[in-house]
């Protein structure tokens, strides 16, 4: 079945120890997105990508970064880990940018700082 | 600016009960309206969506309404079953980008 993957499901690190959460699909879609989740909260948009165009929303932190090297691909990083950043990852994609697309949802990445 | 606005949960319901998760929203133009489910621990699943007024989403007996008038996309559900226990999150997109705004979301438990 065509799906978004995401990896690890769990991952912990350290307080300012760098990590990259992995998000990938076997849709073919254009868009590509990074949401945070927060306990009990609505997912709330980082930035996302369409095709190799990065948009960022404003109040994303610099701390947060993203790559996609292929239409298959995305990455999230996150440069120096806080305990504020402790959260649900959840990568999402659609085939276009339209507002009639929905989104496809992965499972998402449990993060925990230490 | 845009937004949507849920009923506040957790909502207990017994099995077979009637289903009502109120959804308004506030919008410039024309939004397309989802319903989004997300089952513990898992990411969310499209439940059901509604591009244009009047338009009627459904999905696994679940049903919900664009009424422009009310601004409303109110989720109906006529026999809940206890795998309906999940977190339902309203959300709208508005314009190009596709960046949904979610509503807060609502819990709701079905008990045997």
């Known amino acids: 079945d065509a799906m978004v993957i995401q990896n690890p499901r769990y991952q912990v690190t350290q307080f300012g120890k760098p990590v990259t959460l992995s998000c990938s699909q076997t849709?073919?879609?254009?868009?590509m997105y990074w949401y945070q989740q927060k306990s009990s909260q609505a997912p709330k948009l980082l930035f996302h990508y369409y095709d190799k165009d990065f948009n960022n929303e404003a109040d994303t932190p610099d701390n947060f970064q993203s790559r996609r090297p292929n239409t298959s691909f995305c990455f999230l990083d996150i440069r120096s880990p806080g305990l504020g950043d402790a959260a649900m990852y959840l990568c999402a994609t659609s085939r276009d940018d339209s507002s009639n697309q929905p989104q496809h949802f992965g499972d998402g990445t449990r993060l925990s700082i230490l | 600016g845009n937004s949507v606005t849920q009923m506040e949960g957790p909502v207990t319901l017994s099995e077979e009960a009637f289903l009502t998760i109120n959804c308004t929203y506030t919008?410039?133009?024309?939004?397309?309206l989802f319903w989004y489910v997300q089952y513990p621990g898992e990411g969310l699943q499209l439940l059901l969506k509604a591009t244009k007024a009047d338009d009627k989403g459904s999905n696994k007996g679940f049903e919900a309404t664009y009424r422009k008038e009310t601004t409303s996309f109110h989720l109906e559900k006529g026999s809940v079953q206890v795998s309906d226990s999940a977190v339902y999150f309203c959300a709208l997109t508005y314009n190009q980008g596709g960046k949904l705004i979610f509503g807060q979301g609502t819990e709701l438990s079905v008990k045997p």
């Open positions: 849709l073919n879609h254009n868009v």
């Open positions: 919008a410039t133009g024309y939004p397309s």
